[in-house]
T-cell receptor, first 109, second 115 residues
Framework: QKEVEQDPGPLSVPEGAIVSLNCTYSNSAFQYFMWYRQYSRKGPELLMY????GNKEDGRFTAQVDKSSKYISLFIRDSQPSDSATYLC?????????FGTGTSLTVIP | GAGVSQSPSNKVTEKGKDVELRCDPI?????LYWYRQSLGQGLEFLIYFQGNSAPDKSGLPSDRFSAERTGGSVSTLTIQRTQQEDSAVYLC?????????????FGSGTQLSVL
């Protein structure tokens, strides 16, 4: 079993839709939870970072962590064509990072 | 520098040749990581450096892979006798330090193609 499992997608949604991206994990030692956005031929870019259960909001993006269920989500409201990218979840014990395989998202104008 | 810089951005080589990939981390970042990303796969950890401590080499897939970090800044990942399965994007990342609310910042990667 992988440390981190991510819904493979790909996802294709119309502009303005709400997008939900999800990951599950098995290691209860994970303390930090992140979402990265990766455009084609670019490195991953840190989008959201949190270390506690609950919700964290930043503009159109909301990161949700449920440590009891070992489940994290990223919600994108009012999705835009510029949100089209691959989204990677990541988790850390503090000195080692574990990444999901990524979900490819396309937002259709 | 303003961000993590990697060079070259693309490298095409023949099977059996050696290659060197370079990473220049964000100024002041003491931790530096190398990852490999293959199509449809997640990021595969290779090695990380933290300050002057011995590097964690536990992710290196074979003894053909090695890395060094000179002067606590620039790092070079070397792949000897390249094989076709080494073809991937090699990503470098840096963070302020390991273990304390660290956030990873990535370079744009080196696309390695082994023919």
């Amino acid at each position: 079993q992988k440390e981190v499992e991510q819904d493979p997608g790909p996802l294709s949604v119309p502009e303005g839709a709400i997008v939900s991206l999800n990951c599950t994990y098995s290691n209860s030692a994970f303390q930090y939870f992140m979402w990265y956005r990766q455009y084609s031929r670019k490195g991953p870019e840190l989008l959201m970072y949190t270390y506690s259960s609950g919700n964290k909001e930043d503009g159109r993006f909301t990161a949700q962590v449920d440590k009891s269920s070992k489940y994290i989500s990223l919600f994108i409201r009012d999705s835009q064509p510029s949100d089209s990218a691959t989204y990677l979840c990541a988790m850390s014990t503090g000195n080692q990072f574990y990444f999901g395989t990524g979900t490819s998202l396309t937002v259709i104008p | 520098g303003a961000g993590v810089s990697q060079s070259p951005s693309n490298k095409v080589t023949e099977k059996g040749k050696d290659v060197e990939l370079r990473c220049d981390p964000i100024s002041g970042h003491t931790a530096l990581y190398w990852y490999r990303q293959s199509l449809g796969q997640g990021l595969e950890f290779l090695i990380y450096f933290q300050g002057n401590s011995a590097p964690d080499k536990s992710g290196l897939p074979s003894d053909r892979f090695s890395a060094e970090r000179t002067g606590g800044s620039v790092s070079t990942l070397t792949i000897q006798r390249t094989q076709q399965e080494d073809s991937a994007v090699y990503l470098c990342a840096s963070s302020l330090q390991v273990g304390v609310n660290e956030k990873l910042f990535f370079g744009s990667g080196t696309q390695l193609s082994v023919l």
